[in-house]
């Protein structure tokens, strides 16, 4: 079983340096999956409201046999949940879902800026973790100015922020902005899923001078920028794969060149995208 190394959140919690994702798995492959990648020293899983899969997670954790406070479990908020109200009902049905007594991780999915009501969700994901449901709050795809506005109207910033990110948009200023604030960068769809990212000629070249695999070097990369990224797999191959890339490192000039390409979103901008 390999081991994964741990960074401490700001409010004092341990968060795994790599998880699993889970979208867009359905119940049956997320249990399996889940249930494999415990067994294989995986201790951080990411799911969410509308993957629609919350109870396969939930299955597999408990299918796992592993102690149940030695796992990460994150999920999310959906955008039609947004409200103080609304965010209260929607983590409890979460909950239900998941089979547990307290989340260790909840994230608002999208900001929404045009809703304008992320905010009445975060005073309630507040009072949550002050009554000992959820671990840790955070963020996902929020820009440096929705951080802010949470932290003027509110007084506490998140303890993850879960971000497009992969060498195809590196998110340079906005990893800036969290380290400086003490926020986790954790990377969502870290090996460029949809892109030829992986058949790179520069990490290609890389993957060979290290005899390691193109997908390790990406996700090696974000390690060692301090992000913490969740690949999805549901082959046990693929996850163990995933999993070692903990014994050994990049140098200064494969890190640059592995970045060294055409900025790419391939997701939604947080800025008007919306997803309810």
Known sequence: MISIPEHTLNDGT???????GTW?????????????A????????????NYRNESGVGRGVARSGVAREEIVVTTKLPGRHHGYEETLAS?????????LEYVDLYLIHWPLPRVGRFVDSWRAMIKLREEGLIRSIGVSNFTAEHIERLERETGVLPSVNQIELHPLLPQAELRAFHE?????????SPLGRGSALLDDP???????????TPGQVVLRWHVQLGAVPIPKSSSPERQRANLDVFGFEL??????VIA???QQRLGGDPEVHEEF
């Open 14 to 20: 341990r968060f795994p340096a790599l998880g699993l």
């Open 24 to 36: 867009p798995m359905d119940d049956t492959e997320a249990e399996e999956a889940v249930a494999g």
């Open 38 to 49: 415990l067994a294989l020293g995986y201790r951080l899983l990411d799911t969410a409201t």
């Open 91 to 99: 983590f409890e049905e979460s909950r239900r879902r998941l089979g």
């Open 180 to 188: 400086a604030r003490g926020v986790r960068t954790e990377s969502w």
């Open 202 to 212: 520069a990490v290609v070249s890389v993957s060979e001078a290290l005899g390691v």
């Open 251 to 256: 140098g200064p000039a494969q890190m640059a």
């Open 260 to 262: 060294e390409r055409a």
